[in-house]
Structures are given as structure tokens and as C-alpha cells.
């Protein structure tokens, strides 16, 4: 991988969206003894595992006209009574589709789950060009999107409200659609939220630099120290994201207890939700998102964005410092809402959903469920008999 592209990589963290260079896998045929699978053999498999044949069941990959462009949604569940959870991913442009799949379907018991892949973002990317997508990239008018989502999805599914779950730069949007319509909300669902994007480089850069010090890692501090003061008052480049975002992650500050990536581009590389070439409009989308996005990421500021005229659901991860946990946690103290709710989970940071899937879906079940049981919007529970 070169410069360029493991800097494009490292900088992508800073919202959890990673820029890969996806690796061609062998697709010709079915495995046979002491052969490797195929990719499509292999999502084939997953895909049949995962298989929704419920009579309530809902699995629609679909193709929306939202603003001048084709976006492009999943939608599954195993009971279409159950409520609607839209899933605002990170990046910009790191779609979650495509490693869904290791995560979601347990989900998809308690929730209809929607994947939407934003302007600029994988499937949205591959099926516009850049020029028509451009004039809206822009929080504001990708937020005017992520409205017209919920509008379908609440037209098309019978809902009068739904639930969001805005991680990473998704947060972003998730936070500016509470704001613009509560009313649609059963809750607003943060995770890994960005609180203030110069405070967020400023905690994650510390964060990397102690750790570096700590470990006496010569090669980490030279690289850090060469970039103070961090992150400056200048315009942030893609190098210099880069370079906080690749020691961040380094001491687990993306993943606990990982120093890369690599599990989720594996993931994104089995994908049974997206093609091969799905696959490579993720780099290509990552590039265009951040040329466009950047500054409006490190111009963000929700430190007084703190009312909240639908219920907040905060998740955070104790070691995130992708989007520090320490942000989110003085924030969250200074929220006003109907009502709000903390969870800091002890052994993940900013992929908290991969890192404790089962803790994730509890705290789904047991803090989000609840306010849809209450208006009636989910399927009947199962019978349980005592003797």
C-alpha cells in the first residue's frame, strides 16, 4: 500500500470510516477439497444463513430517488410490526452494509433494520456520478437526505415513528435530524458520537501521544511530536489526520485491543450484501466524501446542542478515542430531553456494535424497545409457560 492510500486509510478513522485497497477474491468455482472457497461461495453461505423467510419477514434491497439521485437502502427484519431502526453510518462515506452482516442479524429478531448507504457512500457512489451528488454534500443537505429516508420509510412501512442510531460522522447527521424532527423519533441513538471536531483530534492526538510515551515507542513519538501543536489552528490535511488517526488506532482507541482495521475489511470482503464492485466504489467515495467533508467534520460543534425534544439514548465506548468517550460523557451531562440514558461499554471503543455485539443488542432491547412497546409498534413476544 502506498503513502497515499495508508494515509487515506488511517485518516478515515477519524469517524470510523477506513479507505481499503479491496483485494480481488477468486470467484470461479464452488470449493472442492484442499481448494479455497470462492467469494461467491462463500457469500452464498452467509446468505442462506441469514436467510429471512418469516411470514412477516422483510428483506428489500432498494434503489430510492432522494434529492436528485439514486440512494440505496436495506431493509430487513424478521416481523414488519416490529419498529424501524435506520442505522446513519460513519465515515463520511464508510457505509455499513457491507459487514452488516457480522453484527445485525440478531437485531433483526427486535428491530426492521435499515442500512442506507449515504450520498457519496458505496452503493450511493456507484450509482451516481460525482458531479450530480456534489452540490449536496454538505451536512445540512445530506441531513435533508437522511429526512427524506425517514419519510420513505415511514410512508412505505405504515410507521408514524422510528428509531436512530447515528454513528460516528453519522452522528453528525443523527443529532441535526433529532434537532429537525423529534417528532419522528421514538429516540435518537448516539454512538461513537463527534461532539466537537477540533476538541475530538485534540483528546485523540494526547490519547496516542501518553500511550507512546508510556510504551516508549521512539517511532510513534518522533511521528506525533512532528505534528505539534496538534491539531493547529490551519486547515486539516489528510496527512495529518492520518497520522494522529494511525497511532490512535494503534493503541486500540478504534477497536480495543486491536492495533488495525484489518477484521472489518475482511468482513467488508465477504460481504453477501455487496458485489465486487461495490467494493471498490468504497475507496473511490471515501476520497470524494472527504474532499468535500472534512472541513465541515473538523468545524463541528455540539457543545451546546444539548435539547433534545425526543428521547437520547448515548452508547459509548470506554476506550474510544476515535470520538473520545471523555467529549461525549460531559456532554451527555448537559442534555435536556423526555428522557436519556448513558451506557459506557467497559471493553470496546468506537466499534462497539463488533467489539460486544451481545451487550450491544441488550442494551438495543432493554433501552430503546421499550419506548415503541409503549405505542403499540412491535411484534407479539414469545409465550413462556412455567410449571
Partial sequence: MNTFRTTVLFALTFVAGIAVHHTALAADAPATPGKPMSREEVTRILDSNRKIDTTQGVDEKLKVRINGIDQWISVRGKDRRNPILLFLHGGPAAPAMPEGYTFQTPWEDYFTVVQWDQRGAGKTYRANTEEAMAPGMSAEHMTDDASEVVKYLREHYGKQKIFVLGHSWGSILGVRLAQKHPEWLYAYISTGQVVNGRRNEEEGYNYALRQAKAE??????????????????????????????????????????????????????????YSREDLDAIDKGSLFSLHHLMPELMATNFDHVTRFECPVIVYVGAHDYTTPHELTEEWFGHIQAPSKRLVSFADAAHMMMQEQPGRFLQHLVNDARPLAEKAGDVAPAEVVRDR
Fill in 216 to 273: 516508549g515507542n521512539a517511532t510513534a513519538i518522533r511521528e506525533l511530536e512532528a505534528m505539534a501543536p496538534y491539531p493547529g489552528p490551519g486547515p486539516m490535511t489528510l496527512e495529518r489526520l492520518g497520522m494522529r488517526s494511525k497511532w490512535e488506532m494503534y493503541y486500540g482507541g478504534l477497536a480495543w485491543g486491536r492495533k488495525d482495521y484489518q477484521f472489518d475489511v475482511d468482513a467488508e470482503e465477504l460481504s453477501p450484501d
